[in-house]
């Protein structure tokens, strides 16, 4: 990345201990610490048996139920509301 | 003890619990600031910066391997890493400095800090690229030994050493017009 400098005369205002202190929260570090922790070993749904079987078990259903809908169609055809024979 | 010896005693008890970590946020938390606010120059920001590099810290822990070299420059280096980040999508950055930060490189290079000195170097600086300003910060705005240059940038401290000459002496180049 470049840098473009630029140096103003004189030293900087000095950051105090208290100012810097102000910002210091330990509590919200460990809060986040153990958030992101948990999202970090949250196992995907897919690794987890129970969930997985719910999956598969949604999946079965989402096919069995294409295919009910499938043959259904294939048994009445809709007519053609033109009413020309193709 | 000496301090990095203290550190890795801290950073093995805070490995071993997480929640010991306390004593190296609060031992480090001022330095860490002071270090992201020479760049952010943003109290907000530096702020946010600040935390999430203690949290990245927290994280890797456990992949940290106490070395006897200060746990300081390892959390400068995720600092480094999140300016980085902040400043990811500007393809070009304003760094503002004063005439007492610089002192230390003027007088390295031989200028006495008047005026037009500093705008020159002003400019010379703005001439170096991303690697060779990341070393003249730490080494001469930073004020850390070659030692935590080397490590923060992830290699020897010999080669930190020569690298730092050639880009001072890229620096006196660079200035000599303006002399």
């Known amino acids: 990345m470049k840098r473009h400098y630029r140096i103003a005369p004189g030293a900087p205002q000095p ?8 910002h210091r929260d330990g509590k919200r570090l460990m809060f986040n610490y153990h958030r992101a922790l948990h999202r970090m070993h949250r196992r995907p749904l897919y690794r987890d048996p129970k969930s997985f079987l719910a999956l598969l078990l949604i999946v079965l259903l989402a096919y069995l139920l294409s295919e009910s809908a499938q043959k259904k169609r294939e048994e009445h055809p809709i007519p053609d509301p033109t009413g020309q024979q193709p | 003890m ?37 760049r952010a120059r943003h109290r907000e920001i530096t702020a946010d910066l600040t935390q999430q590099t203690f949290l990245k810290a927290m994280l890797a822990l456990p992949r940290y391997q106490p070395r006897g070299l200060p746990f300081r420059a390892w959390l400068y280096r995720i600092a480094l890493n999140e300016i980085r980040m902040y ?68 290699i020897g401290e010999d080669a930190a050493k020569m690298r730092t000459h050639r880009v001072l002496a890229t620096l006196r180049q660079y200035l000599v017009p303006h002399k």
């Open chain 1, 15 to 22: 950051l105090t201990d208290a100012e810097i202190a102000a």
């Open chain 2, 2 to 38: 000496t301090k990095a010896g203290d550190d890795d005693a801290l950073v093995r008890a805070a490995q071993a619990d997480p929640r010991r970590f306390g004593i190296l946020y609060e031992r480090y938390f001022n330095d860490v600031f002071r270090f992201l606010h020479r």
């Open chain 2, 87 to 154: 400043w990811r999508r500007r393809s070009e950055v304003t760094v503002d400095l004063h005439a007492l930060e610089v002192m230390p490189l003027a007088e390295e290079i031989g200028l006495d800090g008047r005026e037009e000195d500093l705008a020159g170097l002003a400019r010379a600086l703005s001439r170096l690229n991303d690697a060779q300003s990341r070393l003249i910060e730490l080494r001469y705005f930073d004020g850390l030994p070659f030692a935590e240059v080397a490590q923060v940038i992830g």
